[in-house]
């Protein structure tokens, strides 16, 4: 039987919307490529700072949370691409 999820409420119609979410679906490709594109973006933004060489080693701890939280996002994206190929 399918689950349907909350997804939100519509503000133009106001109509509520639900999403039949199941693994390997359209709404995770999204989310994984939300994930590798955000990943891309952090990653250029940190290598120009980084190639700029004139940021304190405080600034560039800024980036070390940011960093973290979208090497787990392409990791869990690279963990489950290989899953789904065994």
């Known amino acids: 039987m399918e689950q349907l999820r909350y997804l939100g409420t519509d503000s133009a119609s106001g109509k509520t919307a639900y999403v039949v ?7 995770e490709r999204l989310a994984d490529m939300t994930a590798l594109r955000t990943a891309a ?8 700072i980084l190639e700029a060489g004139n940021a304190s080693d405080a600034e560039l701890a800024v980036f ?5 939280e979208n090497l787990c996002g392409v990791t869990e994206v690279a963990a489950r691409l290989l899953d789904s190929e065994e």
């Open 21 to 27: 979410a199941e693994p390997g679906g359209p709404l």
């Open 64 to 68: 070390v949370p940011t960093l973290y």
């Open 41 to 48: 973006v952090v990653t250029a933004l940190v290598g120009e």
